[in-house]
């Protein structure tokens, strides 16, 4: 694998104009990028086009949660875009009738396990009988048993989904965060570094990236620090 691949670039940027200076900002620095719902509804997705035409890879981050049948043929509009990866919440049902909407094409299928804004506390107000790593740990054996290409999980659950599904999902990983930066509204967090010495796939990266002074000077010192390892 290409190592700037390792690194997914959050396209977390109000609009497409903002989102095109910044991959020209980056350059041959990155080769992967996400689109997730602040871009996607203001012209993300023609965006995600354009990028992957230009020899880019992309990520659609929308979460999807459905009824199947919704579900399914929604992912089937998506798949004609080329995009690498989407996500849907990992639900049984949501990520088997996904998986089915991608089929035949080259669209890998994520599940979101837990969000790395979210602890065994919030886990309880939303009503969840169980703890952060049980409910990591069922989902992500849902998301093997139904085709998914991967699961989306905080760097400190590696670990514990590996023991589960050993190498048979790729493991995409939110809440990165430079040694010394800020964490944000992040609450299970890793610098890159540890989370590719843990076992992660994909690192996904926005602030620390975008919201930096000399962005492809933050994202060459990210690829050296995982390049170390």
Do not use: W
């Not at 290409?149 to 965060?177: E, F, Q, Y």
Request: hydrophobic share 45%; proline share 3%.
């Amino acid at each position: 694998m290409d190592i700037r691949d390792r690194v997914i670039v959050a396209l977390d940027v109000p609009d497409v104009a903002a989102a095109r200076a910044m991959v020209a900002t980056l350059g041959d620095s990155a080769s992967f990028y996400k689109i997730g719902y602040e871009l996607a509804f203001v012209g993300g997705l023609d965006l995600a086009r354009e990028l992957i035409a230009a020899g880019k890879k992309v990520f659609i981050d929308l979460k999807l949660h459905d009824i199947p049948n919704t579900i399914e043929k929604g992912v089937g509009q998506i798949a004609g875009i080329g995009a690498s990866f989407l996500t849907v919440h990992a639900y049984p049902q949501t990520m088997a009738a996904a998986v089915k909407g991608a089929a035949g094409s080259s669209l890998g299928i994520l599940g979101v396990s837990v969000l790395t804004s979210m602890d065994e506390n919030d886990l309880a107000r939303a009503g969840y009988g169980m703890g952060v790593s049980d409910l990591i740990a069922r989902r992500a054996k849902q998301a093997y048993e139904t085709g998914c290409a991967g699961l989306v999980c905080a760097a400190t659950d590696i670990t514990n989904v590996r023991s589960v599904v050993g190498h048979g999902l790729k493991l995409i990983t939110p809440g990165i965060r430079p040694a010394g930066g800020t964490i944000g509204d992040q609450k299970r967090v890793m610098t890159p570094g540890e989370a590719i010495k843990a076992g992660a796939d994909h690192l996904v990266i926005g602030r620390p990236i975008t919201g930096a002074v000399a962005p492809q000077a933050a994202m060459r010192a990210i690829l050296e620090e995982i390049s170390a390892i």
